[in-house]
T-cell receptor, first 110, second 115 residues
Framework: KNQVEQSPQSLIILEGKNCTLQ??????????LRWYKQDTGRGPVSLTI?????NTKSNGRYTATLDADTKQSSLHITASQLSDSASYIC?????????FGTGTRLKVLA | EAGVTQFPSHSVIEKGQTVTLRCDPI?????LYWYRRVMGKEIKFLLH????????ESGMPNNRFLAERTGGTYSTLKVQPAELEDSGVYFC?????????????FGPGTRLTVL
């Protein structure tokens, strides 16, 4: 079954701290994996896309990793800011259909 | 460049009523998608248009849902009659091409509450 699972479900950290979000997938065939950020009341916005051959990719304070052998990805946020409070969703496209994870709800406290 | 827009942002209706959601994709995007998130669950695919043609409506829950995209521009999603389990957030997305490596851009969603 084509699924995307994320952990933790929710996370609370203090401003300035780092955190890592996890994503496991069973989607096949695999072409790429995307991390989206969804602010409350907004649609998901793409943070990064990882293709099969990529292990690590950074976008500012966001660093995504991909292990295609174990079918795992992580999103590391460095020096968190209050504006990082949002849901982070792992997405694996299967042709044009996006298969979504349930997301990790991150809350950054001052 | 304007992003994907959706209207209304919120809708509260009673069971048995009809609701129509609208999506305006990014100009020039032939591909349009509808997704839905129900409470506590992940966002799930409903259907896919290429221009005015439905390519895949395998995710549509039942025949109470009708999607149209007249002229290949904006799209509407009608729920008639609405049931309690239809409550959720309905997202629209658009993309230039219908490949998995082509980014889909999402609208802000319409939050539907059926009482």
């Amino acid at each position: 079954k084509n699924q995307v699972e994320q952990s933790p479900q929710s996370l609370i950290i203090l401003e300035g701290k780092n955190c890592t979000l996890q994503c496991n997938y069973t989607v096949s065939p695999f072409s790429n994996l995307r991390w989206y950020k969804q602010d409350t009341g907004r649609g998901p916005v793409s943070l990064t896309i990882m293709t099969f051959s990529e292990n690590t990719k950074s976008n500012g304070r966001y660093t995504a990793t991909l292990d295609a052998d174990t079918k795992q990805s992580s999103l590391h946020i460095t020096a968190s800011q209050l504006s990082d409070s949002a849901s982070y969703i792992c997405v694996v496209p299967r042709t044009y259909k996006y298969i979504f994870g349930t997301g990790t709800r991150l809350k950054v406290l001052a | 460049e304007a992003g994907v827009t959706q209207f209304p942002s919120h809708s509260v209706i009673e069971k048995g009523q009809t609701v129509t959601l609208r999506c305006d994709p990014i100009s020039g995007h032939d591909n349009l998608y509808w997704y839905r998130r129900v409470m506590g669950k992940e966002i799930k695919f409903l259907l896919h248009f290429v221009k005015e043609s439905k390519q895949d409506e395998s995710g549509m829950p039942n025949n109470r849902f009708l999607a149209e995209r007249t002229g290949g521009t904006y799209s509407t999603l009608k729920v008639q009659p609405a049931e309690l389990e239809d409550s959720g957030v309905y997202f629209c997305a658009s993309s230039l091409r219908d490949r998995g490596d082509n980014e889909q851009f999402f609208g802000p969603g319409t939050r539907l509450t059926v009482l």
